[in-house]
């Protein structure tokens, strides 16, 4: 047994005194190049100045050198530390895989003079992400020229960013110009300002104002994605009342409410949006505690109460007429009780919408009432008697054919002008659909179709077709349709050029979802095209006189795309719905549509157009034509033409 043990030990201390001995064999070299580097001349600086494609960088932080592989300006001293060898010379066993940059620039000017602006903060996030933020990564400042770069993987076409400053509206731009020679121009209104008062609060207070992100595109592509939250501005309220607000976006739908300084539910809402000037300073005055009451009751079609539904109180800038929305956000809720009655208390003036609250997780069939959103015009003082009526929904189901072929790659659409409502629901494999709930009324019915996998959708849109809420073996026929297929060509180099398509005919316009340099839009009924084609770098083209019959696919239309202008129209009527047509040569190339102080624009070639502007206001769910003009225009290259459109 004793032998035993001095067999063990002897063993371990062998693997001990082995181990030891490899460990010194190890860090021998490193030992003797590490005081060789002690030996030497100390480095003075923890920066290094690079090169890169013959062009001196700024200096840089050696913490972000080490990211990127880089070259010497100067011989290397004959020994350097540790902390600087691997900036310096990446062995190339371990050298990191660096993509190479690319750089977007601008310069940012008034709107109003064109006068540079300096000072202009670009933010946004990593150069890997699409979202983006006021409260991001600073990325550049803009210079006195109002200058700016800022950087981006190789093969980027787009980088998003937003723009902000003490004196201009805040705003997001997609940046898309590389030559630093020709800076992409983003022109940028004088800020608004907000101040006044709040009297009668019991609690610390503070004044917030909304609007939604897409208001704040300048010049956004279509077909591309916002990625961000709706900005926000807070004051909070003094001692005194007194409120101010700096810095808000002009020309856009702001949202105005009061809310704790901590949290909890709103304190006081204004109902309707209001819209700011550039450079208007607007006071405002509001009293909590003044608003009216409204008394309300939920009953179905019968007129018999209905228990444990919740209300919501909607303002009129997040709700329209039509189906309650899951997405709408409730300035209140209340649940009905046992006779159906509900109540509102200390509801600010003004027009608002009643409905109950829709869910996105309950399945129809469990939930078959019809949430329809209801208007309220609240008065300043006392109490409002509203009943909500909510039916049991009603169906309408039948069957899409194309001949004697079921068709399932479709979309068939639901309209009851009466209430607002507008639904759609796709075709089973055997073309069959059911669509509701539905109010009772008379239904506009119509199939869209689009393509597949398998290619372009020859089948042209169905006929409208009316039938009462709840009919079944409803048949709704389409027929043989057309498509074109687009490809975009730079004008002077022949080589193939990314960009958005819209193919355009009398009474309808289809566009492709993303810049592309081959886009076919399909589901078309026979007729003659015009398409038009811009780039995110104000580069346009158009081709005109397509004509096609039942089953054509023109596959190869070929579109010269050269520098271009810009039509930008505003509506600056309150409360409306703008709707604009761009017509050369009497052809129709696009249709837009928006609300009142929402600014678009079209890219087009230099030439001379013609505009037809109609204005709709919203009366009980109906869209009233209030007033109607058209307008000439000449645009020269590089130049933007600003339409202003008013009664």
């Known amino acids: 047994m004793n032998q035993l043990r001095d067999r063990r030990a ?82 190339a066993a371990v050298r990191p895989s660096v993509e190479p940059l690319t750089w977007f620039s601008g310069v940012a000017v008034a709107a109003e003079t064109g006068v540079p602006l300096e000072g202009v903060e670009v933010r946004g996030s990593s150069s890997r992400q699409k979202n983006i933020s006021f409260d991001g990564k600073l990325l550049a400042t803009t210079d006195a020229s109002g200058r700016f770069r800022v950087k981006a993987p190789a093969g980027v076409d787009a980088r998003p960013v ?75 309220v003094q001692p005194g009342g007194l409120f101010e607000l700096r810095g808000l976006p002009p020309r856009c739908s702001l949202s105005v409410s009061v809310r704790p300084a901590g949290d909890g539910p709103s304190i006081l ?38 228990s444990d539904i919740d209300v919501g109180l909607y303002a009129s800038h997040v ?19 046992a006779d159906g009655s509900f109540e509102f208390a200390d509801v600010q003036a003004g027009l608002w919408y009643l409905g109950a609250v829709a869910s996105s997780t309950v399945a129809e069939e469990s939930d078959p009432h019809v949430r329809l959103a209801q208007t ?49 629901a796709s075709p089973a494999y055997d073309g069959t659909f059911r669509i509701g709930p539905l109010p009772r009324g008379d ?21 409208e077709v009316t039938v009462p809420a709840g009919t079944s ?19 002077e180099s022949g080589q193939p050029v990314q960009a958005i398509f819209t193919v355009s005919s009398e009474g309808s316009m289809r566009s492709g979802r993303e810049y592309q340099t081959v886009t076919t839009v399909d589901g078309l009924a026979p007729g003659r095209f015009a398409v038009r084609a811009s780039t995110q770098d104000g580069r346009a083209g158009i081709v ?79 869209s009233l034509e209030v007033h109607r003009e058209e307008r000439s225009v000449v645009v020269s290259t590089g130049e933007t033409v600003e339409v202003h459109v008013s009664r």
């Open 10 to 91: 002897l063993l371990a201390l062998v693997t001990v005194a082995f181990a030891v001995a490899c460990f010194l064999l190890r860090i021998g070299p490193v030992a003797r190049d590490h005081g060789s580097a002690l030996a030497a001349e100390p480095v003075a600086s923890q920066f290094l100045s690079v090169e890169r494609a013959s062009e001196l960088v700024p200096v840089e932080p050696v913490a972000e050198v080490a990211e990127r592989i880089v070259t010497r300006s100067e011989p290397a001293p004959a020994a350097m530390p540790e902390r600087l060898r691997f900036a310096a010379e990446p062995d």
């Open 162 to 236: 937003a723009l902000l400053s003490e004196f201009t509206g805040p705003a997001l731009v997609q940046l898309h110009e590389r030559d630093p020679a020709t800076p992409q121009v983003i022109r940028l209104h004088q800020s608004a300002s907000l101040f006044g008062s709040v009297e009668g609060l019991e609690e610390p207070a503070r004044v917030m104002v909304t609007t939604r992100a897409y208001q704040l595109a300048k010049d956004w592509p279509a077909g591309t994605m916002i990625w961000m939250l709706d900005p926000e501005w807070t004051s909070v």
């Open 269 to 306: 809402v204004v109902p309707e949006a209001m819209t700011l000037e550039p450079g208007e300073a607007r006071e405002l005055h509001l009293t909590a505690g003044s608003g009216a009451t409204i008394l309300g009751r939920v009953v179905d079609g019968e007129g018999a109460p209905i």
């Open 319 to 337: 709700a329209h007429q039509g189906l309650v929305k899951p997405y709408w956000t409730t300035t209140s809720t209340a649940r009905s009780a």
């Open 376 to 424: 309220v015009e609240v008065p300043e003082r006392g109490d409002v008697d509203v009943t909500l009526c909510l039916q049991r929904g009603l169906y309408v189901e039948g069957v899409v054919m194309n001949g004697q072929v079921p068709v399932h790659e479709a979309r068939v659409f639901a309209r009851i002008d009466a209430s607002g409502v507008i639904t759609s």
């Open 443 to 463: 239904v506009i019915l119509r199939v869209m179709t689009s393509g597949s996998n398998a290619g372009p959708a020859l089948i042209a849109p169905s006929e």
């Open 473 to 491: 073996g409803v048949v709704l026929r389409v027929k043989d349709g057309c498509a074109i297929t687009m490809r975009g060509f730079d004008d």
């Open 544 to 622: 005109e006189g397509i004509t096609l019959g039942a089953g054509e696919h023109a596959d190869d239309v070929r579109v010269r795309i050269a520098p271009g202008g810009t039509i930008q129209l505003v509506n600056g009527e309150a409360g409306t719905f703008l709707i604009a047509t761009l017509l050369r040569n009497d052809e129709c190339l696009g249709t837009n549509g928006w609300e009142s102080w929402r600014e678009t624009s079209w890219c087009v070639p230099a030439g001379a157009y013609r505009v037809e502007l109609v204005l709709l206001e919203s009366d009980g769910g109906k």
